[in-house]
Each structure stands twice: as C-alpha cells, then as structure tokens.
C-alpha cells in the first residue's frame, strides 16, 4: 500500500476532526468517578483508559507507612535472625525470603504480626513481605497446623506410586485427598498440612516426601500412617527412612567434614538457615 493510499484511508476513518475514529471505538462507559478518557497535555483527548486501572484506587491516598520497631513486639531472637540475614546480601531486601522462613518457624505461619514485626527490622513495608509470602508456595498466609507433609507428585515420584501415597498420607491423617492435590487439605484434627507438590528435587529418594521441612525417603504407602502416629506422638519420624541419616559419598571423612560444617552453621543460625 502507497503513501498515498494509507492518508486515503485514515483521512476515510477518521475524517477531519477525528468525530468518526470516536464513534467507531464506541462511547466510554464511565466507571465510577473516573474519566473513561485519558487527556494529554494542554487537555486534548487521549487514549481510551482502562477501568481496571482505576476504580477501586484512591491516588491520593498516603502511601503505606513502615513500622518502626518501637512500634511492634519483635521478639529479641527473631530481630537477631533477620539482622543477621540481612548482613549477608548488599541489598536488604535479599535477605526477605529468609526473614519470612524466620517468622514461619517462630509462629507457625506468616502471620499479619510477625510480617509486620520482620518489615520493622528490615525497613520495608508490610506490603512488600506480604507479596513476597504469598508468591511461593511453601509460605502460608494462613494458619496449617503445626506439621507439614509434602509428597513429590512429579515424573519420577509419580512412576514409583506418588499419587498412592499422597492418598495413604491423607487416609492416616484424616485429610481430603482431592484438596490436598489442589493447595493442600488439613488433617481431620488440624495439626498437619497434607499436600502434593511439585517436584522436591530429591528424585533418588522416589518416592518421597518433606515432613516438616526434613526429607524420607523412599516410602511405601504404608510408611504413611507411621509417620503420621510419629508427628502426632511427638516421636522421631521414620529415622530409618532419613535423608539426613543416609551416609555421603566419602565415607567417614566426608560425613565428619559435613557434620562439622552443619554444626558451624547451626552456631551462627540457630533456628536454620530456611533452604
């Protein structure tokens, strides 16, 4: 098409003043006080604006304050954690997904206090731990019990029977099968999450499952309900079946060096470095 052509066209559409090009969009369906139209400089139309970017939203509304710590009850040993944390990244904010393990470990949950008390000790707004919690799945925004059982419904899990023993996990703790495939379902007595997930990258130990942030591996469907009697006994859960009681490719050496090394860690983190 020439020049000549595309200015025949558009002279067609719109006409002189633009009337025909307006009528051809349709007529602006105002949404609550706010123009349907956007204007440019000096008052001229501009482009049609979109309601979903405004209604419901007061532009003039102050932003979202940051908590101060004499402002929140910060308990000493989680505003040490996060401190620490946050001297490990040159961006404070880095340090946010394990601050957010820190309030997990310490209320069950990331509850609106304890976000609140680690937005205080980082200097960030509530609202942006609040995005980074509800974007990853192993944080919850909501109360779960105080056991967590994840089983790897993945390829190589699911060829050894995952979905078999997601459903044993449910039937020991009481669960609903179908929304633990779906977020999660909580047992019949509401102390343990029970929930397929996506793949735990432990596909050696097929299949497998998280409890309480540990990995087992690999279980039966029968391994379900003693795991499940162990949490509610307080007893240790399937130590035979551990992945921290599998022995390092090394031998001895290798497992001392590692023990070490855990042991220094758990020294400078003492409620675990949230990986």
């Known amino acids: 098409m020439s020049g000549r052509d595309v200015k025949a066209r558009d002279e067609a559409g719109t006409g002189a ?11 602006p369906t105002a949404v609550s006080s706010a123009p349907a139209w956007g204007t440019r400089p000096g008052g001229e139309p501009g482009l049609p604006v979109d309601p979903a970017v405004v209604t419901g939203r007061d532009p003039h509304r102050a932003p979202e304050e940051i908590p101060q710590l004499h402002e929140v009850d910060c308990p000493q040993a989680l505003r040490e954690e996060i401190e620490h944390r946050m001297s490990l990244y040159p961006d404070k904010r880095s340090a946010s997904i394990p601050a957010l393990w820190a309030v997990q470990r310490l209320y069950g949950w990331c509850t609106p206090d304890g976000i609140r008390q680690a937005a205080a000790v980082m200097q960030v707004t509530p609202a942006y731990l609040e995005s980074v919690a509800s974007f990853y799945d192993l944080f919850h925004t909501e109360p779960v019990g105080s ?6 419904t993945n390829i190589s899990c699911w060829m050894r029977g995952a979905d078999e023993l997601l459903e044993s996990f449910c039937e020991a703790a009481g669960a609903d099968p179908h929304a633990a495939t779906h977020g999660g379902s909580m047992s019949s007595d509401g102390d343990i999450l029970v929930s397929g997930f996506e793949c735990l990258g432990a596909c050696d130990l097929a299949p497998m499952a998280s409890i309480d942030e540990r990995y087992f591996g690999p279980l039966a469907n029968g391994d379900a309900a003693t795991a499940v009697g162990q949490l509610q006994s307080g007893e240790e859960v399937l130590p035979d079946l551990a992945l921290a009681r599998r022995a390092l490719a090394g031998g001895e050496d290798a497992e001392a060096e590692a023990l070490a090394d855990g042991a220094g860690a758990s ?9």
């Open 147 to 152: 056991h967590t059982v994840l089983v790897c």
């Open 267 to 275: 020294r400078a983190t003492p409620q675990g470095d949230g990986s």
């Open 17 to 27: 003043s633009g009337d025909q090009g307006e009528r051809d969009l349709g007529e």
